[in-house]
């Protein structure tokens, strides 16, 4: 069964460094999503994505943020200058198209910013 | 904006009994989905039921049912005949027809099934 994957499982960074989160999504998808959970509190909305350009994104998504799918496949999320209240699970997701209501998510990406 | 609440972190259910999972949410919309999504330890998130705000009746997938109260704003998820393997975060999540794809999530119920 067809599935988003997400690499690496758990990201180390110190603050000020960039981090890249990589993301697979499912190859027929058409939209794409980040979205984010704090420890202990609910999942955020980052960003959705759909023909190489953001379709949506949340106040989160500050200038820190960005996103890209550089080859056709990959869709990354990149923290410019990471701080510590970027620790979070990340969550990547993908759909087949805006009419169909279900997304698929990866496991998530545990990034710890110290 | 649409606010998703799970008031239950954790809950705990004896093997092959039925468990209940509580979530309510604030809209002004009238047309909208809503979904239960189950993540095991370390696995992605998978859809378990949905339901669309404009169908009267319960979703229902095995032994994976909703309750959808619209007029209470109230999206419960009943598992009955639990199994070991139903142990995971739920989370209930809301979609608008109208402002986008993306999705409001809850906090998340940690669910324990006791042998």
């Known amino acids: 069964e067809p599935e988003v994957t997400q690499t690496p499982s758990h990201q180390v960074t110190q603050m000020g460094q960039e981090v890249i989160l990589r993301c697979v999504p499912i190859?027929?998808?058409?939209?794409f999503y980040w979205y984010r959970q704090i420890l202990g509190q609910k999942v955020e909305f980052l960003v959705s994505f759909y023909n190489n350009e953001i379709s949506e994104k949340s106040e989160i998504f500050d200038d820190q943020f960005s996103v890209e799918r550089p080859d056709g496949s990959n869709f990354t999320l990149k923290i410019r200058s990471t701080k510590l209240e970027d620790s979070a699970m990340y969550f990547c997701?993908?759909?087949?198209?805006?009419?169909?209501?279900?997304?698929?998510f990866g496991q998530g990406t545990r990034l710890t910013v110290v | 904006a649409q606010t998703v609440t799970q008031s239950q972190p954790e809950m705990s259910v004896q093997e092959a009994e039925t468990v209940t999972l509580s979530c309510t949410y604030d809209t002004s919309e009238s047309d909208y989905y809503l979904f239960w999504y189950k993540q095991p330890p370390s696995r992605q998130m998978i859809l378990v039921i949905r339901?669309?705000?404009?169908?009267?009746q319960n979703a229902t997938e095995n032994r994976f049912s909703v309750n959808f109260q619209k007029a209470a704003k109230s999206f419960s998820l009943k598992i009955s005949d639990s199994q070991l393997g139903d142990a995971a975060m739920y989370f209930c999540?809301?979609?608008?027809?109208?402002?986008?794809?993306?999705?409001?999530f809850g906090t998340g119920t940690s669910l324990t099934v006791i042998p």
């Open positions: 190859s027929n998808h058409l939209y």
């Open positions: 339901q669309e705000a404009y169908k009267q």
């Open positions: 997701a993908s759909s087949e198209g805006s009419w169909v209501t279900e997304a698929f």
């Open positions: 999540a809301y979609r608008s027809t109208n402002t986008g794809n993306q999705f409001y």
